[in-house]
């Protein structure tokens, strides 16, 4: 598809979503009230200045830069660096962060933040380095250890310092969500802390750094983006607030992503792989997600694999799972793609996402089962256990047993 093809219209996307609104149960509609946390966005070509502006407005005088050594390599950390002296500030650069964030990487974050006597952080790089700097704006605020803090609003009592955020790539959404995704390395695995203080302040999105990411990472962003989008929409957290950004998300990635991928500095495409990123991050932010990341945090912590390529993965055969519980939200993703009728039977359309799904993370490269990753079977049973413990999994639209979750393992293999 073309990567500048019309995002559907706003008259289309309302009508899908009365559509789904008239289906839903009491709960799900307009009677409760409604929260919808977001940081101040700023959103533009070439509007990575605006985070140095920023970091001073929060009262930056000896700014903690957290980044990592690719961001250093491409010369993004030196333009926001000159930035901030054209501001009249020199920042502290920490770049021990690895992808997957590692507890005791934040135990060593938060160490240099307090030797330099820090005062705001910015996070200038993707998913790890965004979550690096909310963990060590955690233990900064509130002492202790990472892990401690594991689950929603747990123990995180005293504000963190203000946070500015650039994101690198388009996917992940940790610069407008209120998550934190840290490895545990004893146990192998990812804890999520959820939490309102951990939305940033501002977040500074800029698509020109869109254009230095590998292949590999492309995808494995942009499949993340994916993910959330179909998660939130399908949410048992979902409102209507959630899904106009869910849906709008799941369709610029669609026709975006593979385009991105084979023309990296095609800046049209890049521009909508940004905003698709960062309005799937407002939808699960605020509707949370489901089982595809609640197994994903899973495989990724044993493995330390690129989390969206492990969401590619397992994305279509959830949708699948989900579906046998209820197709409608499904099939409401797929009218608006194009890829069904909106009159055809609610589980066929299902079905046609879950297979369009797994037709876009083949193109972009994705292996087609988990054993391509190195999951074994006798790891499935320690996977699903922990991945009913995942916070994500509570609001995932079917509920699942232990047995059901092994079976979705062993399906993705």
């Known amino acids: 598809m073309k990567a500048d093809k019309m995002l559907p219209t706003r008259a289309m996307i309302e009508t899908a979503l009365l559509s789904k609104r008239q289906q839903s149960t009491p709960l799900q509609g307009s009677s409760r009230p409604l929260k919808f946390h977001a940081p101040e966005i700023v959103f533009g070509i070439d509007s990575m200045a605006e985070a140095a502006h920023a970091a001073v407005r929060l009262g930056a005088l000896r700014p903690m830069l957290v980044t990592d050594p690719g ?38 974050g938060c160490e240099f933040y307090r030797y330099r006597g820090c005062d705001v952080l910015i996070a200038l790089g993707g998913g790890s380095v965004i979550d690096a700097a909310k963990g060590v704006a955690i233990l900064a605020a509130n002492g202790g250890a990472i892990l401690n803090y594991e689950g929603a609003d747990n123990n ?22 209120q998550f934190c995704i840290i490895t545990d390395t ?42 959330h989008g179909v998660e939130a929409f399908v949410s048992l ?4 607030l959630t899904d106009y950004y ?14 991105a991928i084979d ?47 492990i969401n590619g993965v397992l994305l279509p055969h959830v949708v699948r799972f989900n579906a046998e519980a209820d197709p409608t939200p499904y099939a409401t993703i797929a009218a608006c793609l194009g890829i069904a009728d909106s009159r055809a039977p609610a589980m066929e359309s299902a ?6 799904l797994q037709q876009l993370a083949t193109e972009v490269g994705v292996p087609k ?19 009913l413990r995942d916070a994500c999994m509570s609001t995932n639209p079917r509920v699942a047993d232990e047995t059901q979750i092994q079976a979705l393992f062993r399906a993705a293999m």
């Open 71 to 108: 961001l250093i390599e491409t010369g993004w950390a030196s333009e926001l660096t000159g930035h901030l002296r054209n501001q009249h500030v020199d920042a502290s650069v920490w770049s021990g962060v690895t992808s997957n964030p590692k507890d005791y990487e934040i135990a060593a």
């Open 156 to 177: 995180v009592l005293m504000p963190i310092p203000p946070l500015v955020v650039v994101p690198s790539t388009s996917g992940t959404g940790a610069d407008v969500s």
């Open 186 to 227: 004893t146990r192998a695995t990812k804890i999520t802390i959820l939490g309102r203080a951990l939305v940033p302040d501002i977040s500074v999105i800029d698509p020109r750094l869109l254009i230095t990411m590998p292949e590999w990472l492309n995808a494995a962003s942009g499949l993340d983006a994916l993910t």
């Open 237 to 240: 957290g979902h409102n209507q």
């Open 246 to 259: 869910a849906l709008r998300a799941v369709v610029m990635v669609t026709d975006n992503l593979t385009r």
């Open 263 to 309: 023309t990296p500095h095609y800046m049209p495409a890049r521009v909508q792989m940004a905003q698709a990123a960062l309005e799937a991050g407002l939808a699960f932010s605020n509707a949370i997600l489901g089982a595809v990341h609640a197994m994903s945090h899973q495989v990724g912590g044993l493995l330390d694999l690129p989390h969206g390529v």
């Open 351 to 356: 079905l046609a996402l879950a297979d369009r």
């Open 369 to 387: 089962g988990l054993a391509k990753l190195g999951v074994c079977d006798e790891d499935v049973p320690l996977l699903a256990a922990a991945a």
